[in-house]
Structures are given as C-alpha cells and as structure tokens.
C-alpha cells in the first residue's frame, strides 16, 4: 500500500532530447508528489513537486504529468543537458502531514552530448 | 547560511561497535527527519524529531538504533553492535515547519561501512 514504483532503473539520452520518468502508487490516500535531483554523493534536493488538484505542472525544462485515475505520475525533462546527469527519485505523501515521504527506487539519467 | 552539516561523512566501524551520526539543521530549522538509502535503492523514512521530542519512529528498527534531537546542538543517530546490514547511506533532512508546504532540505548525508 505504501509503495511507490518507478521506472526506468537507468535511462541514457541524448543531448536535446526530452527524458521520461515514470512512476505509480499504490495508495489513494497520497496528495503530495515531489520528485528529487541526486548527485552522486550528495543528499537529494527538491525538484518540482505536484498536488492532484492539477493534472499538469511546469518549471522550466521540468515538467510534471499526474493521471489520477491510473494513480500515475511522470518526469518530463525537455532539451535535456548534461548537467541533468543524475539519479532521480519519485516519492509520495500526506499534505495534511509531514516531510514523510515514500520514495520511488530512483532513475539513473545520463545525457550524453 | 549554511545547509544541513552532517558529519562524519564517511564511517567505518567493525561488526558489533556503535556508530554514531551527526545532522545539524539549517539554522532556524526546528524540525529533522532521517533517511536510510540502500544501493540502489531509494530512501526510507526512519524518524522525525523536533527539537528535543521524537514525534514519529515508524521507520526505526525497534533494535539497536535510537535517535535524539536535543535542545542544544545537533541530532543524533546511534546504532549500537552495528552488523553488516547496517551499511548504507544516512541522511538527514531539516525544515522550519513540519508541514509538506515547506521544503526539507537534505544533508550530504554519512555513508557508514560496517566490516
């Protein structure tokens, strides 16, 4: 009930391409839909992150697409670059509560030049 | 200001020591949640403290690990007789408010190496 499944494991793209996260729920209880931006050996930062109440939600190259009935959401990363190396991670939570969240098991994305 | 100091970051320890990790919180911070990242794995939730309260332990291991957010200086992960097991990367993260409407900000984190 509490898991959040992500995919793919490791994604390569090309430089300009546009990089596809996806991830799926299982609770129906979860309202709040970070994703986060890891660097190798460093702690994950905040990305963007979405409410159901919107089906869409942009910054930048960032973009995310929630499907509530098939409790679905997606990273979108248009003209993806290099410096977007990085894991990725999806995760899920309460907003009534706090910064508990469940993590997706993360995407490694390359972008080669 | 500086971000979420956390400290060692790495740590070595044999079989059956303790290990004890640090994570001070951005200042004004009053709120800390630590994490437990496995290879190739995504985080999960342990604890979340407030200063000087341990407001949900869900995700602790009911043996061995304790945490501690004190009124002065910074919180504390203890694990007693570590095992192999144990070995993964720690993070802690710290906010203002306990709410999701403002954001956690998350330490480099310790990457603790039982042997």
């Known amino acids: 009930q509490q898991q959040v499944k992500q995919s793919p494991q490791s994604l390569i793209v090309q430089k300009g391409g546009i990089s596809i996260i996806n991830c799926a729920y299982e609770n129906t209880a979860f309202d709040y839909f970070p994703w986060y931006q890891q660097f190798p050996g460093k702690g994950p930062a905040l990305l963007i992150a979405?409410?159901?109440?919107?089906s869409e939600k942009k910054e930048g190259r960032f973009t995310i697409s929630f499907n509530k009935s098939a409790k679905q959401f997606s990273l979108h990363i248009m003209d993806s670059q290099p410096g977007d190396s990085a894991t990725y991670f999806c995760?899920?939570?309460?907003?009534?509560?706090?910064?508990?969240?469940?993590f997706g098991t993360g995407t490694k994305l390359q972008v080669i030049p | 200001n500086a971000g979420v100091m956390q400290n060692p970051r790495h740590l070595v320890r044999r079989r059956g020591q303790e290990a004890r990790l640090r994570c001070s919180p951005m200042?004004?911070?009053?709120?800390v949640y630590w994490y437990r990242q496995l290879p190739e794995e995504g985080l999960k939730f342990m604890v979340y403290l407030q200063k000087e309260n341990i407001i949900d332990e869900s995700g602790m291991p009911k043996e061995r690990f304790s945490a501690e957010f004190p009124k002065e200086g910074p919180s504390i992960l203890r694990i007693q007789q570590v095992v192999r097991g144990d070995s993964a990367a720690y993070f802690c993260?710290?906010?203002?408010?306990?709410?999701?409407?403002?954001?956690?900000?998350f330490g480099q984190g310790t990457r603790l190496t039982v042997v």
């Open positions: 993260a710290s906010s203002p408010q306990g709410g999701l409407d403002t954001e956690a900000f």
């Open positions: 979405i409410r159901p109440d919107v």
């Open positions: 995760a899920a939570g309460l907003s009534g509560g706090y910064q508990k969240v469940t």
């Open positions: 200042k004004g911070h009053s709120h």
